[in-house]
T-cell receptor
Framework: RKEVEQDPGPFNVPEGATVAFNCTYS??????FFWYRQDCRKEPKLLMS???SGNEDGRFTAQLNRASQYISLLIRDSKLSDSATYLC??????????FGTGTRLKVLA | IAGITQAPTSQILAAGRRMTLRCTQD?????MYWYRQDLGLGLRLIHY???????GKGEVPDGYSVSRANTDDFPLTLASAVPSQTSVYFC?????????????FGPGTRLTVL
């Protein structure tokens, strides 16, 4: 089993739709969690950190479920500019950032 | 300079040649990292450094070496390139090496080894 698993997609959604991605992790001792966004042929950029209590940033909501060992990302009112690959990152110790392979989102006009 | 820069942007290299990928950051971050990204595998850590003068091995260090002579620069060297080292290489940095520290990435170097 991979340490971090994501559905590769693509998720094709119309503008204005709500879409959710999940990411599962295998190491129950993982300490911190992040969602990064990566545009085609570009570097990953931090979208948001994920906290135990859940957190929201505008149209984006991230949640952590430690009992079931997954994190989620919800995007409301999808925009064309949201089209990208979303990387789940789990940190299990110093220097030990484990990246998922990413979920590809296409928002359609 | 703002953030992290990498050079070259892309490179085609003959197998057996030596190659150094450059990485420079101007954020005065203590920790720096080198990753490779391959289709279907996600980013994998090659080497890291938590401060100038110290380096450590990541998940896939074989065939690569690094040095950290100062805070800003973290070059990655392929001593004798092989085709399996064809990949996109990203340098990253974080203020500290703590588990909750955010990593910031450079624009990447696309390397093809023939």
């Amino acid at each position: 089993r991979k340490e971090v698993e994501q559905d590769p997609g693509p998720f094709n959604v119309p503008e204005g739709a709500t879409v959710a991605f999940n990411c599962t992790y295998s190491n129950s001792a993982s300490q911190s969690f992040f969602w990064y966004r990566q545009d085609c042929r570009k570097e990953p950029k931090l979208l948001m950190s994920v906290y135990s209590s859940g957190n929201e940033d505008g149209r984006f909501t991230a949640q952590l479920n430690r009992a079931s060992q997954y994190i989620s990302l919800l995007i409301r009112d999808s925009k064309l500019s949201d089209s990208a690959t979303y990387l789940c990152v789990v940190n299990g110790g110093t220097y030990k950032y484990i990246f998922g392979t990413g979920t590809r989102l296409k928002v359609l006009a | 300079i703002a953030g992290i820069t990498q050079a070259p942007t892309s490179q085609i290299l003959a197998a057996g040649r030596r190659m150094t990928l450059r990485c420079t950051q101007d954020m005065r971050h203590n920790a720096m990292y080198w990753y490779r990204q391959d289709l279907g595998l996600g980013l994998r850590l090659i080497h890291y450094s938590n401060t100038a003068g110290t380096t450590g091995k990541g998940e896939v260090p074989d065939g690569y070496s690094v040095s950290r002579a100062n805070t800003d620069d973290f070059p990655l060297t392929l001593a004798s390139a092989v085709p399996s080292q064809t990949s996109v290489y990203f340098c990253a940095s974080s203020e500290l090496a703590g588990v909750s520290d955010t990593q910031y990435f450079g624009p990447g170097t696309r390397l093809t080894v023939l």
